[in-house]
């Protein structure tokens, strides 16, 4: 995907590519950091606000526990969260139009790209489902929570 897209990016010309927060990448907004990689462009992830400032950009990223605000150089590549934007709902006159607007397509020989990966997968490996045992002790009395404990060291 990664590929594809900077090749695209490549072919056209871009001062700014916005990327979402994730998708077939199990939501690692991996896409976007590897389209900048490719370029050679500055690439963010978890950004939540963008800002116009001189021939850049001012950026937010929401992290964990802090706002880190960054002032990053044009062109470059970002990834959003869904804090971004507030979608409006459109009125029928627009969502008719928007139908009869032109779009321009690509393939993949337009873009100059194989579309192959550059990735094999061997193999994926993940731990084995377990099934859950189920119990529930419910209450916050002397014996519920005796009975609780009990489960915890039968398991331990």
């Known amino acids: 995907t990664a590929s594809v897209l900077a090749s695209a990016l490549r072919k056209i010309g871009f001062d700014l ?67 971004i934007n507030l979608p409006r709902i459109h009125q029928m006159k627009d969502i008719l139009a928007a139908g009869k607007k032109p779009v321009n397509r690509l393939d993949l020989s337009d873009v100059g790209s194989t579309g192959e990966s550059a990735v094999d997968v061997v193999s994926t490996l993940a731990p084995e489902s377990v099934a859950r045992k189920g119990i529930i002790v419910e209450g916050d009395s002397e014996d519920s929570i005796e009975a609780f404990v009990q489960n915890i060291r039968k398991e331990l």
């Not at 998708?23 to 950004?47: P, R």
């Not at 044009?74 to 959003?80: G, K, Q, R």
């Open 17 to 83: 590519a916005l990327c979402g927060e994730g998708s077939s990448d199990f939501y690692s907004q991996q896409v976007g950091i590897q389209v900048g990689e490719l370029l050679g462009v500055g690439a963010y992830n978890a950004v939540s606000r963008i800002t116009p400032k001189g021939d850049g950009l001012l950026i937010e990223r929401t992290l964990e526990r802090e706002v880190e605000v960054l002032e990053i150089p044009l062109p470059a590549v970002l990834s959003v969260t869904t804090d």
